[in-house]
């Protein structure tokens, strides 16, 4: 088990550019989350995932951001057309289902829109 | 909607000083209740849960009490080290408990002295 894993942890793009992040979670967790991070403000969902269904977004997913988990295991992230106000950390997580919220946090993708 | 409330930061404490950092919540019915640590350069990590009122999380040195009366979930320590600094999030799961999604503060900013 390597907990959850997160690439890049770093990206710098430039406005208008399109952006995709990968999350790993951990293998047997069925749930995994998409959760966005500004500075000095608590992590905010995004989306999550029950084995490959998206079973909810957050109105803060607008129609420029798209979540995949095809295979209902790794997951990917893709902003379209970013904005300055995307910059943020993007932290996804995993669970076993009826974990009652034990999530496990991978390290992040924090992402910086010049 | 659901909502946390942390007591603003940062707190800066001598080593071996008693912490306290208040969370109350705002909740239409009995949500679970949790602390997560994030340390520097790193993801979330559950430090402790409460699923009911009255119930005690504990790790680590680490306490807090459901208080369903007064809908809080303060997080204590006795004796802080150094290596306990890092950003605190009091966070709750949706009340019907399938913790679809959590709700976090905005987070304290812990510093220890030595």
């Known amino acids: 088990d390597t907990g959850v894993s997160q690439d890049p942890r770093h990206k710098i793009t430039k406005r208008g550019q399109n952006v995709t992040f990968r999350c790993d979670p951990i293998?047997?967790?069925?749930?995994l989350y998409w959760y966005r991070q500004t500075l000095g403000q608590g992590p905010e969902f995004l989306t999550y995932?029950?084995?490959?269904?998206?079973?909810?977004k957050s109105r803060l997913l607008s129609d420029r951001f798209s979540a995949e988990r095809p295979k209902g295991s790794f997951s990917t992230l893709e902003i379209q057309r970013t904005e300055q106000g995307d910059s943020a950390m993007y932290l996804c997580a995993s669970s076993l289902q009826g974990a009652a919220g034990g999530y496990t946090f991978g390290s992040g993708t924090r992402l910086t829109v010049v | 909607g659901d909502s946390v409330t942390q007591m603003e930061g940062p707190v800066t404490l001598s080593e071996e000083a008693f912490l306290t950092i208040n969370c109350t919540y705002t909740a239409t019915g009995y949500p679970s209740l949790f602390w997560y640590v994030q340390y520097p350069g790193e993801g979330l990590q559950l430090l402790l849960k409460?699923?009911?009122?009255?119930d005690k999380g504990s790790n680590k040195g680490f306490e807090a009490t459901y208080r369903k009366e007064t809908t809080s979930f303060h997080l204590e320590k006795g004796s802080v080290q150094v290596s306990d600094s890092a950003v605190y999030f009091c966070?709750?799961?949706?009340?019907?408990?399938?913790?679809?999604?959590?709700?976090f503060g905005s987070g304290t900013q812990l510093t220890v002295l030595p």
């Open positions: 995932f029950q084995n490959e269904a998206q079973l909810e």
């Open positions: 293998s047997e967790h069925n749930r």
């Open positions: 409460a699923t009911k009122a009255d």
């Open positions: 966070a709750l799961s949706d009340p019907s408990g399938s913790a679809r999604q959590l709700t």
